[in-house]
Structures are given as C-alpha cells and as structure tokens.
T-cell receptor, first 115, second 113 residues
C-alpha cells in the first residue's frame, strides 16, 4: 500500500512569503505528526494530531506556524511570513493511533528553502 | 522521555553483522525502545521496537538487557544499502507525551565493501 505522501518535495520561496506544506497519511492512520529537520538542530517534533484535533502543539516554534487536519486524513502545515531560519526539511509521520506503541511511518519530507 | 547515548559513528564490512549499541540508563518501566534509520534525502524508516523482550523482524534483531538500561540493534548481514544514520529512541506514552519521537544525533553506520 501507499506510504506517507508529502508535497511539494521541494519549495523555494522568498523571505516574508507564506507557504503551505501538505501531508497525506497512510490510509486508516488516525495519528499524524509533523517534525522538522534542520542542520545543526536534528529532528524536532512540531505538532501531533489525533483525528482532526491537535492535543499537542508544543513543538510549534512561533505563532507564524499553524497546522490543520481535515476529515481525519490530509494535514496542512502553514508557515506565515517565512524567515530564513525556517529553512529545513519538514517531515510528516502517521501511525494507526496515537498514544500507543504503534510505530510512526514517515514521508520523505518537503525541503523548504527561504531566500 | 529518557535520554539515549549512541556512538557517533561505526564501520562494518559488507556481509558481516552490524551491532549498534544504545545506552538508556534512565528508561522507565513503561517506555519502549525504538530504532529508526535515515538514509540521505529520505525520511526516517522504522526498523523495530521492544519493551523488555528481545525482538526480531525481517530487518533486524533488538536485544534489550535484563535491566533495560541498554540495547543493541543487530543487522545480521549488512549490505552497502544499510549505510545510514541509526537512531535509538526511548518512547513514552500517556500524559502529554502522546508518543512523539525525540531524536538524538544517532550513529552514522558506514558499510564498506
């Protein structure tokens, strides 16, 4: 079956612009996670969805970052007024359900470059 | 989540077993040990996980010590395609954790011919 799909795979934009990153989780997976991987920072958690609700937003670095999930499936991560420090690979993962020992499966990420 | 300690790099000859150690001396009783790997330009790939018993799947074996303070990931016959960064993660559930993964720096495994 299909894995986690993320789009676009690469995004280059100018500082100050807004960007939207999309994640299609594995079908039937109710839990969805966003992570960010940047040079020198490693892989860091951003937000967790169970269904359409986000009980853990603790990793979002600023109020310029937001995410939503509709229909318990697709999720969109939005970054407003992008800054150069937002340049990173944004990774999405899904699992059958959150709060359990079901493994998370990752997509290949969106590489975001802010000029 | 309990902190993990891994060697920054290891080498292995193709065809040999690769044994990757991980120390997690502060692990709690309800925390699982997970292993992921990341090949350049790809997302992390799930390998295996366990609580206290040894586990084996088609990719690898996980050996957890009886006191659960350390574990070893074993790739029985390493190939060049196993060259990657390997992450050992202690994952907790409940409370506000929700099972998020906390990645450290991992071990860069290089398999050479």
């Amino acid at each position: 079956g299909a894995g986690v799909s993320q789009s676009p795979s690469n995004k280059v934009t100018e500082k100050g612009k807004d960007v939207e990153l999309r994640c299609d989780p594995i079908s039937g997976h109710t839990a969805l996670y966003w992570y960010r991987q940047s040079l020198g920072q490693g892989l860091e958690f951003l937000i967790y969805f169970q269904g359409n609700s986000a009980p853990d937003k603790s990793g979002l670095p600023s109020d310029r970052f937001s995410a939503e999930r509709t229909g318990g499936s697709v999720s969109t991560l939005t970054i407003q007024r992008t800054q150069q420090e937002d340049s990173a690979v944004y990774l999405c993962a899904s699992s059958l359900r959150g709060g359990s020992n079901q493994p998370q499966h990752f997509g290949d990420g969106t590489r975001l470059s802010i000029l | 989540d309990a902190k993990t300690t891994q060697p920054p790099s290891m080498d292995c000859a193709e065809g040999r077993a690769a044994n990757l150690p991980c120390n997690h001396s502060t692990i709690s009783g309800n925390e699982y040990v997970y292993w992921y790997r990341q090949i350049h330009s790809q997302g992390p790939q799930y390998i295996i996980h366990g609580l206290k018993n040894n586990e084996t799947n088609e990719m690898a074996s996980l050996i957890i010590t009886e006191d659960r303070k350390s574990s070893t990931l074993i790739l029985p016959h390493a190939t060049l395609r196993d060259t990657a960064v390997y992450y050992c993660i202690v994952r907790s559930f409940g409370g506000t954790s929700y099972g998020k993964l906390t990645f450290g720096q991992g071990t860069i495994l290089t398999v050479h011919p």
